[in-house]
């Protein structure tokens, strides 16, 4: 069975420095992972996949297959990007499975 | 276009009832996905459809069970409520598998 893990349930980080939002996640196959956020009172929505290698509000993520991770990761963290994280795994077989996020504050 | 839309915005019922929610994709979407989330945790896999079609299945008991129209709306129907079935009920629509779109939500309190 897969999951996720994201081990920190609340982050908080100062505008300006580095952050990191942990992701580990177990499955057999070859996994779709994803990043989602949810900003207050907004739906949730993508922040990016791991196929795509793209830079979304300068938020980069990279598949670790040895360490079975996808960590999130910003070099200079915003006010704005406060918000809660999740993580989430796509099988093959059309399941998604998320894991129970991270509340990310950036103080000013 | 509205986005996902999902009716009842709230819901309150009681054990042993039945419920029905309901969602709209996006248009042109074809794929939707039930997901229930219950505070403090991460939305969990219900359904999705794909087509009309079940295509994938969480680990949730028969008491759940879901459809998709020839509209692509879909309907995800609880029978014999129980407390631990008090959750945040979203949906999501997709064009292709992987960016999925969410609704707003059905909150479900069941008492």
């Known amino acids: 069975a897969q999951r996720v893990t994201q081990p920190e349930k609340l982050l908080s980080v100062f505008k300006g420095a580095p952050v990191e939002l942990k992701c580990n996640y177990s499955?057999?196959?070859?996994?779709?992972l994803f990043w989602y956020v949810q900003y207050s009172r907004q739906r949730l929505q993508l922040l990016l996949r791991?196929?795509s290698r793209e830079s979304i509000k300068g938020f980069t993520a990279d598949l670790n297959k040895g360490e079975t991770s996808f960590h999130l990761k910003k070099p200079f963290a915003q006010e704005e990007d406060s918000a809660m994280y999740y993580c989430?795994?796509?099988?093959?077989?059309?399941?998604?499975?998320f894991g129970d996020g991270t509340t990310l504050t950036v103080k000013p | 276009d509205a986005g996902v839309t999902q009716s009842p915005t709230h819901l309150i019922k009681t054990r042993g009832q039945h419920v029905t929610l309901r969602c709209s994709p996006i248009?042109?979407?074809?794929?939707v996905s039930w997901y229930q989330q219950v505070l403090g945790q991460g939305p969990q896999f219900i359904f999705q459809y794909y087509e009309k079609e079940e295509r994938g299945r969480g680990n949730f008991p028969d008491r759940f069970s879901a459809r998709q129209f020839p509209n692509y709306s879909s309907e995800l129907n609880v029978n014999a409520l129980l407390l631990g079935d008090s959750a945040l009920y979203l949906c999501?629509?997709?064009?292709?598998?992987?960016?999925?779109?969410f609704g707003p939500g059905t909150r479900l309190t069941v008492t």
């Open positions: 248009s042109g979407h074809k794929s």
């Open positions: 791991h196929i």
């Open positions: 999501a629509s997709s064009l292709l598998s992987y960016e999925q779109y």
């Open positions: 499955y057999s196959g070859s996994p779709e």
């Open positions: 989430a795994l796509n099988t093959n077989a059309g399941k998604s499975t």
